[in-house]
């Protein structure tokens, strides 16, 4: 395996073997962090973090992770810089690798941060685009293995717009680690059939199952995991909630599917979410359409099967892992 300044922009990109080499460099760091063992593997580089969308969860990340490495981070607000208006992706990109040891970027089309990467010479990871997000789903790995013991055959369930960045990323992952995928949702939120058929390719080597399912109780029974991400993602039109509204709510997780699903189920949520009327955008769809919470009821992501936060948590393991495996020798 060599890892070394590799990007990370999608998990098709890697094997099943260095994922799960990932996952495993993530729970020693996160050993080491806990016990107070410095692991400062990248002493003196630098790594800019480029946010075309907000983060809380992935900036912090990539912020914490970077100085636990004895790194410098530094935040570039593209609304604030010249990309994409005065200067190109390209050109952008040939600047902050002459200056960072890697460049995070979070923004919309998964071409741009191709681009940024084919032009950079240093390694880039993948902080969030329109059809991936490929941290997140190293931290969800992490988090159902350290809940569930192991991660091949397991089943998880998508529930909602599987057809964007949490669907397809969470679809490539399961089959390449040989789990049991489904995706719950009306058919024409289901992945584009072009990364389907790329992930049955994969999953043909790994044994992983992969299922379409449109009716939640059909699809959850026997479930480990129950995920769902909100049903209007970042940079989407508000217009589309009422058409997302009228084709998600009966893809809720709610206690009914929980309990369909059975005791052992997990909930897992990639957050921001949903759950009740503590946020702005939660009151505006209150207001406009009645509904006290979206993706996932309030109960259910308060219950004892929610892993939510033990997730989130998990981000910035992640997210360590990547950096020290593509900067430093340390899986090399
Ligand atoms: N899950 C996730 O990526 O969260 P942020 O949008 O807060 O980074
Ligand atoms: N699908 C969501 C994920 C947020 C982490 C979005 O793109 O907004």
């Known amino acids: 395996m060599n890892f070394k300044n590799r990007s990370f922009l999608k998990l098709l990109d890697y094997t099943p073997e260095e994922i799960v080499a990932l996952i495993d460099l993530a729970a020693d760091l996160k050993a080491k962090k806990k016990a107070g063992i410095p692991h400062r593997l990248c002493e003196g580089k630098s790594i800019a973090l480029v946010f075309e969308k907000n983060s809380t969860r992935t900036r912090c990340a990539f912020e914490v992770a970077s100085a636990d490495l004895g790194m410098h981070p530094v935040f570039l607000d593209p609304s604030a810089s010249q990309m994409g208006k005065k200067e190109s992706i390209a050109d952008t990109a040939r600047v902050l690798g002459r200056m960072f040891d890697a460049i995070e970027y979070r923004g919309f089309e998964q071409t741009i941060v191709e681009t940024l990467a084919h032009y950079a010479g240093v390694p880039v990871y993948n902080g969030l ?71 049955e390719a994969v999953a043909k080597e790994t044994g992983a199952v992969l299922e379409f399912i449109e009716e939640p109780a059909k699809a959850v029974v ?76 309030n109960d259910v992501f308060e219950s004892e099967q929610s892993i939510v936060f033990d997730e989130a948590e998990n981000r910035m393991h992640t997210i360590k892992a990547v950096i020290a495996a593509t900067l430093s020798d340390i899986l090399n």
């Open 129 to 199: 685009t329109n059809e991936f997000h490929p941290t997140q789903i190293l931290a969800d790995f992490l988090t159902i293995r350290e809940h569930c013991g192991s991660l091949k055959g397991k089943k998880l369930v998508y529930m909602g717009d599987a057809r964007y960045n949490m669907g397809n990323s969470l679809m490539v992952g399961c089959a390449k680690l040989g789990m049991h995928f489904v995706a719950c949702a009306p058919a024409k939120y289901f992945p584009t059939p072009e990364l389907v058929a790329e992930c």
């Open 222 to 297: 026997g479930a480990d995991v129950i995920y769902t991400d909100v049903w209007v993602s970042m940079g989407e039109p508000e217009a589309v909630w009422k058409e997302r509204i009228d084709d998600l709510l009966p893809y809720q997780v709610n206690s009914a599917l929980m309990t369909v699903a059975g005791p052992q189920c997990h909930f897992m949520h990639c957050l921001p979410a949903f759950h009740d009327l503590e946020t702005v955008t939660g009151k505006k769809i209150y207001d406009a359409f009645g509904l006290e919470a979206m993706e996932v009821t």
